[in-house]
């Protein structure tokens, strides 16, 4: 009955007046969070439609969240200020709970930051010129928030007064045996990083190396994957591929054709001469040859007649469409020389006999 008395007592005689102020700070810290995040939204939506820079646009949405916890956080801290009897927030453990949660709270708003596809990460690879295909991208992404998370994590492991500094020395050693243990894979990860950033290649591309030939699949930071003209897939280590002479196909703008048209001897000098002017026009006349670029010459004299050399340009470095220029040039000059009446010539080291069988044999054409 006593104990009753005097717990009727301790409540009768409490600060009735302070405990509702700090209800009422409390649930009115609540109600601002709600309307904080309401006109928070608005002003970035008016942001964004007004063209204004993105950079506060992105701090505002990466908050948003984690300062609706801060509001809350402030709001509790308050309303126990006018309970002075319970002397809560003098209290040291209060004081670092409370610490943690503002560190906690902006490392939170930093980790969305930097997980945000439009922050400084994506910034600086448009400044850079990098592809924003390029893995080079997320993956930077991905180890700044993993550095916000760590340091968030550093400073409230040191707000609570715990030692640091012997878990970073013991991670020191552990970094350099894990580097001793793993040299090949963090060879061939720099090798990746050196590839995406330089950008010798790009997914698609066809290049040529002293190791393999075909075009690039897949760029991972570990390898590249290459497929051959096989249609087989090459997968050659990035410290492999960094080192080695790269020739990309892929940004040879034109295909060059450069051969030697060889005429009997029984071809006088005005009709090489002639021969030579009409093949250099018609060269000209087609579409998909640059013109600029036709040179039709005669180069020397041989054994079995004159030769002719003749180079151009085709204006795509596609395959298939180079070889069907190179045709369509091929049957022009086969038509020039029939209406000419002028022979390709035989090596001196082959006859043609009447049957389509070619010999060997040492004369030489009459």
Known sequence: MERWNNFVDKFVNLDWVNIALSIAIFFLFLVFRKLFTKYINKLILRLSKSGSTKIVTNILKSYEKPLRLLWAVIGTYLAFQYLDYLDVTEREFVKDLYRSLIIFVVGWGLYNYTANHSTVIYNFANKAELDQESMLIPFLSKILRFLVVVITLVMIIDNWGFEISTFVAGLGIGGVAFALAAQDTIGNFFGGIIIITERPFRKGDWIETPTVEGAVEDITFRSTKIRTFSDTLVIIPNSTLANEAITNWAEMHHRRVYFSLGVRHSTTSAKLQHLRNRIDSELKTIEDIEPDTV??????????????????????????????????????????????????????????????????????EE
Not at 295 to 308: A, C, K
Not at 309 to 334: D, L, P, S
Not at 343 to 361: G, I, K
């Open 295 to 364: 040179i039709v010459r005669f180069e020397e004299f041989t054994e079995s007649g004159y030769n002719l050399m003749v180079t151009y340009f085709t204006n795509t470095n596609q395959w298939a469409k180079y070889m069907e220029i190179r045709e369509v040039a091929h049957f022009r000059m086969m038509e020039i020389l029939e209406k000419e009446g002028v022979h390709v010539s035989t090596p001196a080291s082959l006859v043609v006999t009447e049957d389509p069988v070619m010999v060997l044999s040492n004369e030489k």
